[in-house]
């Protein structure tokens, strides 16, 4: 049975982060310290021999992806894709508005006023469902859309891949903090996915094992 490693970093810190800004299919560049994370990142992993990199096409995860390479001696032997399987999940409606403020819009049909709230008491796939729910134009993914996507993306990923490979995979905070949920939910302690940070995966044909989540200190 094939077996791949892969690590998923969170891109870097971006303007609409900084900002608390909803982010997910809609983009913004990213800040000196964002552009920090994504080095912090690329020196951890500076070690491991990677025979390919993924991000999704969305322009922090590709300059993140960019700016981590540049930090292993192999770089330029390291084929590079992009994937819009990786991106983070769209909030339609809600995309560029203030985070705090989505909630209250979205918590409010069960009557709740924060993310963690909503999130502690539903949890994210729930939760994803109540955000299609709430947007106006109903173009917010529900759990179900979210999923079939991210799913076709493994499924890339397994199919672009031989046994034993090691890759970089760098996606978002939301979309890497759903895999843990699902696969491991014993490590999500209701936290943010830090920027820059590396969440350790091995995949399988049929199954995704977590080796660990959200890493800043890791050293390859």
């Not at 006023?113 to 994803?128: D, H, I, P, Q, W």
């Not at 529900?142 to 499924?155: A, P, Q, T, V």
Request: aromatic content about 10%; overall charge negative; charged content about 25%.
């Amino acid at each position: 049975m094939k077996k791949i490693t892969a690590y998923f970093v969170r891109h870097g810190q971006t303007m609409l982060n900084h900002y608390n800004k909803v982010q997910g299919w809609i983009d913004s560049p990213l800040t000196a310290k964002g552009r920090a994370d994504a080095k912090r990142a690329g020196q951890q992993l500076a070690n491991i021999p990677f025979v390919a990199a993924y991000s999704s096409d969305s322009g922090r995860a590709i300059e993140t992806a960019h700016i981590a390479l540049k930090e292993n001696p192999d770089n330029m032997n390291i084929v590079t894709y992009q994937y819009p399987e990786f991106r983070e999940q769209c909030h339609g409606y809600f995309e560029g508005n203030d985070l705090n403020q989505m909630w209250q819009f979205v918590g409010a049909q069960v009557g709740l006023t924060s993310e963690s709230k909503v999130l502690g008491t539903y949890g994210l796939e729930k939760a994803r469902d109540l955000i299609h729910q709430a947007d106006l134009y109903g173009e917010a993914e529900s759990n179900d859309m979210f999923w079939e996507r991210l799913d076709r993306g493994f499924d890339k990923l397994r199919a672009n891949s031989k046994d034993g490979d090691q890759v970089l995979v760098v996606s978002h905070g939301m979309t890497i903090r759903s895999i843990i949920d699902r696969y491991a939910p014993e490590l999500d302690e209701g936290v943010a996915t830090i920027n820059g940070s590396i969440t350790k995966l091995e995949i399988t044909d049929d199954d995704i094992h977590v080796d660990f989540f959200n890493r800043i200190d890791f050293q390859s």
